[in-house]
T-cell receptor, first 113, second 113 residues
């Protein structure tokens, strides 16, 4: 049972345009969501997070939106840069229970120059 | 502040052997979690340690075990290695603050021949 789903395996966008990465979850107990970026042969790098009490969190070019009723979150990258090309993982956790992160399978973003 | 460090970075073993991987968390972080990343399954949670106690465990066989020392450093051990254990093993550390992100190390690439 996959509780965090990233249904699109890949996304390609033009440099300077917006990248929108989507993530869906099924566990209503999740109350904290994170996005990680991963390059080959490296560990995931924390990008941005959002608590379930918010619906938007912004950090520079990265904005995460949370729609609790739809159990859906998205990561917007504006403007996209070639250095953003990587695998992006969505993760979720129930902070009241433990620190276990449940990850989606990731989406490969390619930003074309 | 130094990041999460993992040793060794690369390891080659044969079936039936056992292996020990090491993780040093970010200074001040008391929670250490381990994840297995494989191409087909993505990042799967192995276990989490806090103050030398295993606080949570994923769905892995008993061949996978771990421990945490008083300085928060952690080790994980895999006994009787199988070909399917070939993966990137990632360690993550976090503060004991609900809703805080976990920070990952670079991982140990284990190859079982």
């Amino acid at each position: 049972d996959q509780q965090v789903k990233q249904n699109s395996p890949s996304l390609s966008v033009q440099e300077g345009r917006i990248s929108i990465l989507n993530c869906d979850y099924t566990n209503s107990m999740f109350d904290y969501f994170l996005w990680y970026k991963k390059y080959p042969a490296e560990g995931p790098t924390f990008l941005i997070s959002i608590s379930s009490i918010k619906d938007k969190n912004e950090d520079g070019r990265f904005t995460v939106f949370l729609n609790k009723s739809a159990k859906h979150l998205s990561l917007h990258i504006v403007p996209s840069q070639p250095g953003d090309s990587a695998v992006y993982f969505c993760a979720a956790t129930n902070t009241g229970a433990n620190s276990k992160l449940t990850f989606g399978k990731g989406i490969t973003l390619s930003v074309r120059p | 502040k130094a990041g999460v460090t993992q040793t060794p970075r690369y390891l080659i073993k044969t079936r039936g052997q056992q292996v020990t991987l090491s993780c040093s968390p970010i200074s001040g972080h008391r929670s250490v979690s381990w994840y297995q990343q494989t191409p087909g399954q993505g990042l799967q949670f192995l276990f989490e340690y806090f103050s030398e106690t295993q606080r949570n465990k994923g769905n892995f066989p008993g061949r996978f075990s771990g421990r945490q020392f008083s300085n928060s450093r952690s080790e994980m051990n895999v006994s009787t290695l199988e070909l399917g254990d070939s993966a990137l093993y990632l360690c993550a550390s976090s503060l004991e603050v609900a809703g805080g992100p976990a920070f990952f190390g670079p991982g140990t690439r284990l190859t079982v021949l």
